[in-house]
Nanobody, 115 residues
Framework: QVQLVESGGGLVQAGGSLRLSCTAS????????MGWYRQTPGKQRELVAV???????DYTDSVNGRFTISTDNAKDTLYLQMNSLKSEDTGVYYC????WGVGYWGQGTQVTVSS
């Protein structure tokens, strides 16, 4: 069982920055893949960014060059640095972890970007 707790969401003006954090209850070096998803009303949850234990990263096209996903193994924490935020980045952001074929979700944190 892996428990994930997100923090760092909030209200920000377009062009601003936020950093999301996700702290895991297990050592993240034991987790195969971690990532961030977001969901807006009426839409399916979409993958924003992903990172593997080997450090490989991938981003959805709309955030490439603006968002950075990273981990701090000492703190068992996943981050998402979000810069140059746009109104379309508004949504609930969920932390995701997959270990030994089992997926886990955090409770979500709201990000609202005002234009």
């Amino acid at each position: 069982q892996v428990q994930l707790v997100e923090s760092g969401g909030g209200l920000v003006q377009a062009g601003g920055s936020l950093r999301l954090s996700c702290t895991a209850s297990s050592r993240i070096f034991s987790i195969d893949t971690m990532g961030w998803y977001r969901q807006t009303p009426g839409k399916q949850r979409e993958l924003v960014a992903v990172i593997t234990t080997g450090g490989s990263t991938d981003y959805t096209d709309s955030v490439n060059g603006r968002f950075t996903i990273s981990t701090d193994n000492a703190k068992d924490t996943l981050y998402l640095q979000m810069n140059s935020l746009k109104s379309e980045d508004t949504g609930v952001y969920y932390c995701y972890a997959k270990r030994w074929g089992v997926g886990y979700w955090g409770q979500g944190t709201q990000v609202t970007v005002s234009s």
